[in-house]
């Protein structure tokens, strides 16, 4: 049985393209069931367009609270039969309520070695520049199960790259997102393996 993921993103979605390539290629025995965007225009849209992958758009501002918006998205995971939530660059922070829902079945992916640089705050670019601020040697990313903090979660696996000097916030980017579409399909693959 393939698992069905729902895929959350909030940007350009290159993560979710390394899930879309790994399920294409047989790597990750999945199907992505729905596509889950926090606003529109994104490129992550356009991916999921070009690939016949199902999208909804879930923006606060339509909303009168984040309950009420994740209690929408859970109907419809419920609906679809979702095994396994990724959140790919998903900026919104979810609720307790569904994070319980969902409990063991949500993983995130994020761009530093957890427990350095994670938490409040510490999201996209700002990861990298507090990164080589703290005059680290390494970075990577860490896929972890989501819980109720931020960033807290158990940590199911990482992968390294070397701060170079005269590394920028955005070179060091680079080196890590190339890390992050190796190791996210990865931990896909293990984990849709192993309930299998």
């Known amino acids: 049985m393939k698992k069905r993921l ?4 909030s940007g350009g979605g290159t993560d979710f393209q390394s899930i879309i390539d790994g399920v294409r ?8 069931a729905v596509c889950v965007a926090s606003k529109d225009g994104i490129y992550a849209i356009e991916r999921a367009k070009q690939n016949g992958i199902r999208y909804e758009v879930y923006k606060k501002s339509d909303y009168g609270s984040a309950e009420e918006m994740f209690e ?21 922070i979810l609720p307790s309520a569904f994070v319980r829902r969902f409990k063991g079945k949500i993983i ?10 994670c938490g409040e705050g510490f999201y996209g670019m700002k990861v990298h520049e507090a990164v080589i601020k703290g005059g680290e ?7 972890h199960f989501v819980d109720e903090g931020v960033d807290t979660g158990e940590i199911i696996a990482r992968a390294k790259v070397p ?12 080196r890590v997102l190339e890390a992050e579409h190796k190791l996210l399909p990865r931990v896909l693959k293990m984990l849709c393996d192993k309930n299998n």
């Open 6 to 9: 729902a895929v959350f993103v």
């Open 25 to 32: 290629n047989g790597e990750i025995n999945a199907e992505i």
């Open 72 to 92: 929408k998205i859970s109907g419809l995971l419920d609906k679809l039969k979702v095994d396994l939530i990724v959140l790919a660059g998903y900026l919104t």
């Open 108 to 117: 995130n992916i994020h761009p530093s070695l957890i427990p350095k640089y």
């Open 137 to 143: 040697t390494e970075s990577g990313a860490t896929v």
């Open 163 to 174: 701060v170079m000097p005269g590394d920028t916030p955005e070179t060091l980017a680079k």
